[in-house]
């Protein structure tokens, strides 16, 4: 069946909706206070009210207060949490205080709407995913699934696993809120660094850690699809590494990630360790073509561990990945998040030649459509902040968005066939308007690029089918369905009645 020959009708009069891509992890999760900082940095990239001095210090106290995996799965199942080594640095209370404080009276709405969105950084993800489904409920949005992604992020950014808060805690966790009864249904993306990969058999952990038993990121994957109710796999390409071609020898890698790259080869060279990347990433890819597990990517040139490494997550490197290991009785599934600003090209255009930094993004996405592995890639719309900004001169923005996107439609007939909805929300919650992300989408391709109700269909729900793996026949649909038996959860998801 092709990718988006069927769409969602309405249950009653709401229109339905798959995320496919958001996030619902918390300050313990991730490198909070180095990635957390370069996103503010990113976009507060000038600082009117002096705010950012005090940034890395909330950073820290939210950081050490949020619950970890570990502390929320022992809530769910009415266990006693581990213990923390060394307490709270400060209580919780404080650490909002201090938000609160730093913004004071007369902050900017701006500064206001970054310090709330710290907050969301303090909560569970229990929390997190009933914030995210109020905001489809509350709008009579009926969101039958969301797929929160886990990113790791360790390696690149030089923190070391803690215990109670890894990748195998985080999954542990997210598979229970997996079994919960209830709508929207949670089946996320388990987050892959092939740098790990590199390290795991090897002894080491990310930054060198030995302390903790090793995380094999391919043994996890297979655990989590298979026994916790994942849909996929994430990957984070900004980090550093290209999906394909690391070895070629024409690019460079982190000293931070060299280092210890090192105890294990000593004297390596950046070729030697592209192909390291490479050997991880094939072993990858070829899982989850053969299985049916789909990518989820970033794919935008943002969040960039190190100068330049943000046009490593281009789409280009994905149309070679389509070529090399996607076939038509296995195909690989792809999503790459964060089209249609058609601007990611014009970001640090020094860092690549003329050439490469003419293509949109986009361009590059629909010429990889046209290839014989084209059949089941897409790309989300999630964190397009042109829909929901209200700032001076945001008519015109939205206007030449619109054109563009009106332009691609033309030029690819099947592009509604391509393109999923997704939010990026806990990420979009830095934006003000952010609860209605979802109809601003809507409202944008219904009425600036004039798309019909079957195309608004495919993308807000029947074309996560065929990324995901959900149709009738697909593995990921014959997984899906016995973790549900298995587990007596019985509220399987309504794809098949709303399609």
Known sequence: MPAGSTGAGPIGTQPALIDVHCHVFNGSDLPAIPFLYRVVR????TDPDGLMPGIGLILEAIAGNAPRAADELADL??????PRNGGLANSLSSSLAMLDDTVGSGASAANSGLLSWLKLFALSRRELVARLAGFYAATSTHCELIAPAIVDYNTWLENPDKEYERLTDQVAVMGEL???????????????????????????NPAGGTALPT???????????TQHGFLGVKLYPPMGFRAWNNGKGDISFSKRVKKYVELVYSGITDRQLGRLIDQELEKLYEFCASEGVPILAHAYNSNQADECYGWRASPQYWGE??????TDEKPLRICLGHFGSFSAHKKNTGCVDNAFASKAWETIFAGILTRPGGKFVFADLSYLSEIIDRSQGW??????IADQFKSFMKKNKTGDEHL????????????????????????????????????????????????????????????????????NIGDFPQVDALV
């Open 77 to 82: 199942l009415g266990k006693s949490r581990p």
């Open 420 to 487: 999923c909805y997704g939010s990026d929300w806990v990420m979009l919650g830095l934006e003000q308007g952010h609860e209605r992300y979802h109809l601003e989408m809507r409202d944008f391709l219904q009425k600036d690029v004039g798309l019909e109700p079957m195309q608004l269909a495919n993308i807000f729900f029947g074309n996560a089918l065929g990324f995901l793996g959900l149709r009738p026949g697909d593995q990921n649909r014959a997984r899906l369905e016995k973790f549900y038996h298995d587990h």
């Open 42 to 45: 990113e976009r507060y990239d």
């Open 215 to 225: 995380i094999d990121p391919h043994r996890l994957v297979r655990e989590a699809i």
């Open 321 to 326: 990945v389509i070529d090399k290991f996607s």
């Open 178 to 204: 997996s079994r919960r009864p209830g709508k929207p249904r949670v089946h996320g993306f388990v987050g892959f660094d092939p740098i790990r990969a590199i390290l795991a058999p090897n002894g080491y």
């Open 395 to 400: 008519q015109q923005r939205r206007k030449k």
